[in-house]
T-cell receptor, first 110, second 113 residues
Framework: DAKTTQPNSMESNEEEPVHLPCNHSTISGTDYIHWYRQLPSQGPEYVIHGLTSNVNNRMASLAIAEDRKSSTLILHRATLRDAAVYYCILRSDSGYALNFGKGTSLLVTP | GAGVSQSPSNKVTEKGKDVELRCDPISGHTALYWYRQSLGQGLEFLIYFQGNSAPDKSGLPSDRFSAERTGGSVSTLTIQRTQQEDSAVYLC???????????FGDGTRLSIL
């Protein structure tokens, strides 16, 4: 499976926007870009996914580079409840198992 | 609505004992997955069920691990003759179909003494 690279940790102030980067230079044409997050002592939670176009939902926005070799998860206004580990995952059209790496640990400070 | 439910939430057992972990997926979800997460590590895929098809067991780490899914709903993950390296959080997820996002339970934290 194609791999992703994320920073180990990031920090943000509450009510500020947060941009979480992900590099996936070996992405294939059929790979979707998925983002999940995991709050402490909870199971992972689906955030958003996309293929080529930018995507928006109630939780976040996903900006995908034109060459698809990188993407950015955008939290428009961070809250303390957004403190979690964020995982960027590539998932092929025919694949089902999610390959979680180490993710980015987001710290949100008041 | 109800999410994925796992039980027990915590399990402590002695080395060599057998354990059963239960997963109740979201109603109507045909795909069910088991993963495990060791301390500070990412998720490790264990097994996948889709409808009445034969499960994909390729992620099971040894023959001490087995899983079944009865009636296309509830699933049980069984670990026989537990070892200390089996200590981890075991997570279950389900999705309406294979290609759709997965919904996770909060896991069973298994500790082997």
């Amino acid at each position: 499976d194609a791999k992703t690279t994320q920073p180990n940790s990031m920090e943000s102030n509450e009510e500020e926007p947060v941009h979480l980067p992900c590099n996936h230079s070996t992405i294939s044409g059929t790979d979707y870009i998925h983002w999940y997050r995991q709050l402490p002592s909870q199971g992972p939670e689906y955030v958003i996914h996309g293929l080529t176009s930018n995507v928006n939902n109630r939780m976040a926005s996903l900006a995908i580079a034109e060459d698809r070799k990188s993407s950015t998860l955008i939290l428009h206004r961070a809250t303390l409840r957004d403190a979690a580990v964020y995982y960027c995952i590539l998932r092929s059209d025919s694949g089902y198992a999610l390959n979680f790496g180490k993710g980015t640990s987001l710290l949100v400070t008041p | 609505g109800a999410g994925v439910s796992q039980s027990p939430s915590n399990k402590v057992t002695e080395k060599g004992k057998d354990v059963e972990l239960r997963c109740d997926p979201i109603s109507g979800h045909t795909a069910l997955y088991w993963y495990r997460q060791s301390l500070g590590q990412g998720l490790e895929f264990l097994i996948y069920f889709q409808g009445n098809s034969a499960p994909d067991k390729s992620g099971l780490p040894s023959d001490r691990f087995s899983a079944e899914r009865t009636g296309g709903s509830v699933s049980t993950l069984t670990i026989q003759r537990t070892q200390q390296e089996d200590s981890a959080v075991y997570l279950c997820a389900s999705s309406p179909r294979t290609t759709q996002p997965q919904h996770f339970g909060d896991g069973t934290r298994l500790s082997i003494l």
